[in-house]
Every structure is written in structure tokens, then in C-alpha cells.
């Protein structure tokens, strides 16, 4: 990571404006997740975000994998 980066995640506001300028399947895409990994929207776009720009990110089916061995 680049030293010279100090955020470590987006704000809420950050996630809005993306939201209003997304095209809407997208945002309805995003929206649906939060609700199947019962996640912050904030959460499930940089997850999104990281996914698209690194293979090994922490994923979707990263969280999915995670819920269902707590429920087991």
C-alpha cells in the first residue's frame, strides 16, 4: 500500500454520490447484496471495488463463505 494514502475506507457520503451517479442496475446490484450479507452499503462497494481491481481481494463469496460457517 502507498504510504502516502491515509484513508482506509469511504465514507458514507463518499458511497452516496457514487450511488447517485451509478447507473441504476448497478446500484440495484449493490443494494441486493447488502441485504444478502447484511453489510453496510459502504462495506459492499469497496468490496466491489477491490474485487474488480484484485483477484485475491476480499470477496463476496468471501462474506457468503463466512456467514455460512457461523451459522453451522
Same mark, same amino acid.
Given at each position: +500500500?502507498? !504510504?502516502t494514502?491515509? #484513508?482506509?475506507?469511504? &465514507? *458514507?457520503e &463518499?458511497? /452516496? /454520490?457514487?450511488?447517485?451517479d $451509478?447507473?441504476?442496475?448497478? #446500484? *440495484?446490484a449493490l $443494494?441486493k #447484496? @447488502? @441485504?444478502?450479507l447484511?453489510c !453496510?452499503i459502504?462495506?459492499?462497494v469497496e +468490496?466491489a $471495488? *477491490? =474485487?474488480f481491481?484484485?483477484?485475491? *481481494?476480499? &470477496?463476496?463469496?468471501d462474506?457468503?463463505?463466512?456467514?455460512? =460457517?457461523? @451459522? @453451522?
Open positions: +500500500m502507498n !504510504p494514502l491515509s #484513508k482506509q475506507h469511504l &465514507s *458514507a &463518499s458511497v /452516496q /454520490q457514487i450511488l447517485e $451509478i447507473p441504476d442496475y448497478v #446500484k *440495484a $443494494i #447484496k @447488502t @441485504t444478502e447484511d !453496510p459502504e462495506a459492499v +468490496m $471495488i *477491490a =474485487s481491481l484484485d483477484e485475491e *481481494a476480499f &470477496s463476496f463469496e462474506c457468503l463463505l463466512a456467514q455460512r =460457517s457461523q @451459522t @453451522t
